[in-house]
T-cell receptor, first 111, second 115 residues
Framework: GDSVTQMEGPVTLSEEAFLTINCTYT??????LFWYVQYPGEGLQLLLK?????DKGSNKGFEATYRKETTSFHLEKGSVQVSDSAVYFC??????????FGKGTKLSVIP | GAGVSQSPSNKVTEKGKDVELRCDPI?????LYWYRQSLGQGLEFLIY????????KSGLPSDRFSAERTGGSVSTLTIQRTQQEDSAVYLC?????????????FGPGTRLTVT
C-alpha cells in the first residue's frame, strides 16, 4: 500500500539556520505530494504541494521538489524563524481520495 | 469565509460510553473526510464521503465506529462503547473536489479522552 516516511524529530535549529526535512514515499500510480504544517494549538494547514514529477511547490520561503526518480519530496527553507516552530507532515494522494501521512516532524527554532 | 468547524473541541468520556463528534465542512464542498491523530499511529484515514455516493469506510478501525453525513453537509462520527485506545484527536477535512490535486481543508479537531 501507499506509505510516507519522513525523518523523525524533534529537530532543533537556531534562527536563520537552513532546514531540511526528508520525505520519501511509496505509491502506486502518480501521486500528488503535500506538506502540511500544524502550529501549536492550531489545525493542519496546507503548506505546499506538487502534483507531478519535477514540480516545485513553494510557500512562505519553504520549497519542496517532486523527485520521481528518488521518490522523494524533501522540505527545505534557507533561513528559519522562531515562528516556523511547528509539526510538519509529508503526505500523498494516489488514486484513492484520502491523504496518507508521514508521522510528522516537530521543529523547534530557538532565537 | 468560514472554515471547517468541529464540535466539541474537547470531550472526556468514560470507557464504555458512546460519543458523537460533529463536523461542519466548508459550504459547497462535496468531499468530506475524517482522520484520527494519535501518538502511536500518527494521522490515519477513517472515512470519506463524496456527494450522495456510498461512503468509503475502509479506514474505520472497528464496527464500533460509524459516521453519517446528512444532506450532503454536516457529518457526525459516532464511537460506541468507547475504549481507552480510542483516545485521540479526530480531524475532519473537506475539499471542493475529490481529485488528487485539490486541497483538503482541515478543522481544528476534537480531542477525545477516554478514562
Amino acid at each position: 500500500g501507499d506509505s510516507v516516511t519522513q525523518m523523525e524529530g524533534p529537530v532543533t535549529l537556531s534562527e536563520e539556520a537552513f532546514l531540511t526535512i526528508n520525505c520519501t514515499y511509496t505509491a502506486t500510480g502518480y501521486p500528488s505530494l503535500f506538506w502540511y504544517v500544524q502550529y501549536p494549538g492550531e489545525g493542519l494547514q496546507l503548506l505546499l504541494k506538487a502534483t507531478k514529477a519535477d514540480d516545485k511547490g513553494s510557500n512562505k520561503g519553504f520549497e519542496a521538489t517532486y523527485r520521481k526518480e528518488t521518490t522523494s519530496f524533501h522540505l527545505e527553507k534557507g533561513s528559519v524563524q522562531v515562528s516556523d516552530s511547528a509539526v510538519y507532515f509529508c503526505a500523498l494522494r494516489a488514486g484513492s481520495y484520502q491523504l496518507t501521512f508521514g508521522k510528522g516532524t516537530k521543529l523547534s527554532v530557538i532565537p | 469565509g468560514a472554515g471547517v468547524s468541529q464540535s466539541p473541541s474537547n470531550k472526556v468520556t468514560e470507557k464504555g460510553k458512546d460519543v458523537e463528534l460533529r463536523c461542519d465542512p466548508i459550504s459547497g464542498h462535496t468531499a468530506l473526510y475524517w482522520y484520527r491523530q494519535s501518538l502511536g499511529q500518527g494521522l490515519e484515514f477513517l472515512i470519506y464521503f463524496q456527494g450522495n455516493s456510498a461512503p468509503d469506510k475502509s479506514g474505520l478501525p472497528s464496527d464500533r465506529f460509524s459516521a453519517e453525513r446528512t444532506g450532503g453537509s454536516v457529518s457526525t462520527l459516532t464511537i460506541q462503547r468507547t475504549q481507552q485506545e480510542d483516545s485521540a484527536v479526530y480531524l475532519c477535512a473537506s475539499s471542493s473536489q475529490p481529485t488528487n490535486s485539490y486541497e483538503q481543508y482541515f478543522g481544528p479537531g476534537t480531542r477525545l479522552t477516554v478514562t
